[in-house]
């Protein structure tokens, strides 16, 4: 059953950052996806770059709205996704745990499925 890890980080964390803090975050980060990827977890996964880089869109009454970031208003941003064929999630949870991102991020687990009940 398919669950989505979803990686929520404070807005500006990246950029206090030295350039090789950041490269031994990223560096675990894949050695934690090559480590699901080898127990037959992984189906997805990428980090997202900054919401500065970003665009909201919505559409009202026919016409788009389009806001570019960053975005004022957020105190996070998604920084990056797993998606993971897990057995339960019980499962999806202990991964979650595992995940570095955990000790400086926000990791929310979220079953896949339709929008609607019914």
Request: proline residues 6%; negative net charge.
């Amino acid at each position: 059953m398919p669950y989505m890890l979803l990686i929520t980080e404070p807005t500006g964390q990246r950029q206090e950052r030295s350039p090789e803090e950041g490269q031994d975050l990223y560096a675990r980060m894949l050695r934690f996806t090559d480590d699901l990827k080898a127990q037959g977890l992984h189906m997805a996964s990428d980090s997202l770059r900054s919401d500065r880089h970003g665009v909201r869109v919505q559409v009202r009454g026919g016409q788009p709205r389009l806001v570019d970031g960053p975005f004022a208003e957020a105190k996070e941003m998604v920084g990056g996704f797993f998606l993971l064929n897990c057995t339960s999630r019980d499962e999806a949870v202990a991964i979650a745990c595992r995940c570095p991102a955990a000790e400086w991020a926000t990791v929310e687990v979220r079953e896949t499925g339709p929008c609607h009940d019914g």
